[in-house]
């Protein structure tokens, strides 16, 4: 498994300051042309792209239907950067060991998917894959209150999901400063991802309330220039999180 570059949960120090903050982004392939996955996987990591995106759609939890660890697997030799996984299916526990074997590196659910959320996230990290919880645009930050010890990044959703190309929701933002001051406080390590309407609009306003991963489908693939638009949601987005001070 590649492990996922990690980064203390701290403000800046003598060496880091005046440095921007990272922010990484992940392509959601989920915009991408199936036909031709690898190719299009290549073209956004050769453009610049830290994390593959894999959405995963049951029509049943989501009302859509995509793809599985068999297509994971396939992916995988062609993935020049960790595969981010993120399971929109009910329920989710048979499915983390096949997508840990078809070579995720990070597996995120959505806690409404699971019976036992404490039991699928130590099924994950078993499994030798970083673990997430992802929050839909209705779910409370309380669902994260006896298990974001736990967890390696929690996944803030700003749109429903089921569908790339949907408008951003605003009330994400609050969601995400309000996720990032509790992470801040507890100095656990935890990553916060921001997925659905990423755009470089908006990437400015998601740095600066703390996202440290900027999922982008329809912005990305459906771009000209994909290596031009990560890097205008990758640079807007750290001059936010410069401006916040981080
Ligand atoms: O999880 C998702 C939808 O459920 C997608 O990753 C997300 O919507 C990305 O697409 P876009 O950037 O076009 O909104």
Known sequence: MASLPRRRS?????????????????????????????QEARSVTDGGADLLHF??????????????????????????VPIDVHLMV???????ESFAQAGAS????HPEASDHVHRSIQLIKAKGCKAGLVLNPAT????LDHVLGDL???LIMSVNPGFGGQAFIPSALPKIRALRALIDSSGLPIEIEVDGGVKP????ELGAAGADILVAGSAVFGAADRAGAIRAIRERAEEGARQRGA
């Open 10 to 38: 701290q403000g800046p120090t003598k060496e880091t300051e005046g440095m921007s903050r990272p922010v990484r982004i992940a392509p959601s392939l989920l915009s991408a042309d199936f036909a031709f996955l690898a």
């Open 55 to 80: 959405d995963v759609m049951d029509n049943h939890y989501v009302p859509n239907l995509t793809v599985g660890p068999l297509v994971c697997a396939a992916l995988k030799p062609h993935a020049m």
């Open 90 to 96: 009910r329920p989710v526990d048979a499915l983390i």
């Open 106 to 109: 990070l597996i995120t659910f």
């Open 140 to 143: 409370p930050l309380s669902v």
């Open 152 to 154: 390696d990044l929690v």
């Open 201 to 204: 609009d908006n990437a400015f």
